[in-house]
């Protein structure tokens, strides 16, 4: 009872002064800081733990908590300088609100008092976050969001979405970012009904701030810190976490081209495994709902082809009667077909037996009735026979089989025998047919002068043509113009035929001259050196036209005299047996030879050399 007077007057005096309106923020702060203290270390030296309940429970009543959850939000210009005390007040905050017991104002503890300590405590925490020299007290800061989170998880979804606490994942500084992803860790670790106690939403809020840090940050610790908080995650979720993380596509690609060989491999590739096994769950189910799918057509189609079925059931079920009747019937003549031979068989078989005890007592009763000196000739008789009619039925099986053979061998060659004449007369066919149709004359042309026709024959159709024409006239063309128009087309008709037989003449000319080129060429090609050629050999490359022959002697012997004469004597005459001169003799050739004189430019100098070898006396001296 003592103790419990001393706490209520503890608190009681703690809740006059902060009743006082001249006191500034530090030294409420500093109030609340030792006021706290006491009542806590008053309660916790109790041997029970009710103490401790009690006394939170009689600040929270009192309204402390609320003065406390209001300082913790003042603006950073009346908390400048006093750091420190706000990172206690905010610890000894969050040790306060867990453990207290509202009873009837349950719904205003949890809905009001809690988020607006959460909110206090984040703010700040996003405060001490922009200065590198209050580390500690962020960290300190922080271990109460903590701790709080863990006893009430219904602010985490709060946490997770507060404009704060964004703020603090927004920070570059990858210590802060190392002490959020461990201050997860330990309360997935402390609280093992922490993530099952959460919704989906805050779940994927947590999964998201997660996969954000290995998505942004380069720190290795950080990276191992996301990595381990989403393996835990997965752990104690288990199939209920991995839905959500398949929503994050290409994270495992993101492990294996930015995280690996950081130092935690073992905890990527069990990562990549979750994922992986979540995608192949995943592509099963596909499967089986495709399955599902395919089953639900098959059982459609089943039952429209079975209602078809049943809409023709009369005709389906006489014929089904029709064919069964017919298989009773066939089988029930086969059943006694089968019986039948087997009848027979044995009827067979009892007759061959009777037959042959009939044969043996015969031939006993014979031995018993011939003398004991006949009876083994009569044995070997009877053996002798035996072996004879076996012999014959042997020699029968095998010259029938010979003579099959034979016949066999022989047709199959007579068969042979009739391909290759077939073969060879087609064959001979084909070859007398072509030289045949070479050989023919061509058809004659379909005009009026063909052969076969008489003059009585074609006045009498050329009036039957008449009648015709005067009988149904054209309503179009005249007969004046229709006889016009006749005498026209035989006269393009024998013109036509003129200019074919032309065309064929030029053609055998053309086809001659060719040859006759062609053995000039090949004579020209074989032709020996000048220095082996003969004068009968030279005769051969001369023209058979002798007004050819002649001016291309005159013009051989005019260049000789040409290449005699000095010098200064040719200034002049250049022209006279120049270039052009030669090639103008050269067309003239050509247009008297009337294409045949290919190449006669070389022809002529061939000639010229072999005359300048073979040159005859009378000749030299005219050249001279």
């Not at 106690?197 to 610790?221: F, K, P, R």
């Not at 031995?367 to 008789?381: M, N, T």
């Not at 034979?406 to 042979?416: F, G, I, N, Q, S």
């Not at 005699?564 to 001169?581: C, D, I, N, Q, V």
Request: include cysteine; aromatic fraction near 4%; glycine fraction near 4%.
């Amino acid at each position: 009872m003592v103790v419990i007077e001393e706490e209520e007057a503890l608190v009681s005096e703690l809740q006059n002064q902060l009743q006082k309106e001249d006191l500034n923020p530090q030294e409420k702060i500093r109030l609340l800081n030792d006021g706290l203290s006491n009542a806590l270390n008053l309660a916790s030296v109790q041997p029970h733990n009710d103490g401790l309940t009690r006394v939170k429970s009689r600040l929270y009543h009192s309204g402390i908590l609320s003065q406390c959850a209001l300082t913790l939000s003042l603006p950073p210009s009346r908390l400048r300088g006093s750091w420190s005390a706000a990172a206690t007040l905010a610890h000894l905050t969050s040790s306060c609100c867990v453990g207290v017991e509202p009873g009837r104002r349950s719904e205003a503890f949890h809905q009001l008092l809690l988020p607006s300590v959460m909110d206090g405590l984040l703010s700040l925490a996003s405060l001490l976050m922009s200065h590198a020299e209050h580390v500690s007290h962020f960290k300190k800061v922080m271990d109460s969001v903590g701790w709080l989170v863990s006893a009430h998880t219904h602010l985490t979804s709060q946490v997770l979405s507060s404009i704060h606490y964004e703020q603090i994942q927004m920070c570059e500084d990858a210590s802060v970012c190392l002490l959020c992803m461990q201050l997860w860790i330990q309360i997935c670790t402390v609280s093992r009904g922490f993530l099952p106690s959460l919704t989906d939403d805050s779940i994927l809020l947590l999964l998201n701030e997660a996969v954000g840090q290995l998505a942004v940050m380069s720190d290795t610790a950080v990276g191992g810190a996301s990595i381990k908080l989403i393996l835990l995650m997965a752990s104690q979720l288990g199939f209920r976490f991995r839905p959500l993380l398949m929503s994050f596509k290409g994270l495992d690609s993101l492990l294996l081209k930015d995280w690996r060989g950081r130092g935690f491999d073992q905890d990527i590739d069990q990562l990549i495994e979750v994922i992986q096994s979540e995608k192949d769950a995943r592509k099963s189910q596909v499967s089986s709902e495709r399955e599902r799918a395919a089953c639900l057509i098959q059982a459609a189609w089943r039952s429209y082809r079975t209602r078809r079925r049943v809409k023709s059931l009369n005709r389906a079920v006489s014929a089904l009667q029709r064919r069964y009747r017919a298989q009773r019937r066939q089988q029930q003549q086969q059943k006694e077909a089968k019986q039948w031979e087997e009848e027979l068989k044995y009827q067979v078989c009892l007759r061959r037996q009777r037959a042959r005890r009939e044969f043996h007592q015969k031939q006993r009763r014979l031995l018993q009735l011939l003398p004991p000196d006949q009876v083994q000739a009569y044995l070997q008789e009877c053996e002798r026979r035996a072996a004879v009619k076996i012999q014959s039925f042997w020699r029968g099986v095998r010259d029938r089989r010979h003579y099959h053979n034979t016949v066999r061998k022989a047709l199959k060659e007579r068969r042979m025998r009739q391909q290759a004449a077939r073969t060879l007369q087609r064959a001979v066919r084909r070859f007398l047919e072509k030289r045949r149709m070479a050989k023919a004359r061509p058809l004659d042309l379909l005009w009026i002068g063909q052969k076969g026709l008489t003059d009585s024959r074609r006045a009498e159709l050329k009036q039957q043509v008449e009648e015709y024409i005067t009988v149904h006239k054209s309503s179009r063309v005249s007969p004046e113009e229709c006889a016009s128009l006749h005498e026209e087309a035989q006269l393009l008709l024998q013109a036509e035929l003129q200019k074919g037989a032309q065309q064929r003449r030029e053609e055998q000319r053309v086809e001659a001259l060719l040859a006759h080129t062609r053995t000039q060429l090949e004579l020209l090609r074989d032709a020996p050196p000048l220095g082996a050629v003969t004068e009968t050999m030279a005769q051969t490359f001369l023209t058979p036209a002798a007004a050819l022959a002649a001016r291309a002697r005159n013009a051989h012997n005019a260049r000789l005299q040409a290449d005699r004469l000095p010098w200064w004597k040719t200034l002049g005459e250049a022209r006279t047996f120049g270039s052009a001169h030669l090639q103008e003799l050269e067309a003239e050739l050509e247009a008297k030879l009337g294409g045949l004189y290919i190449g006669g430019s070389a022809v002529v100098r061939t000639q010229t050399e072999v005359e300048k070898v073979k040159l005859l006396p009378e000749e030299r001296g005219a050249a001279t």
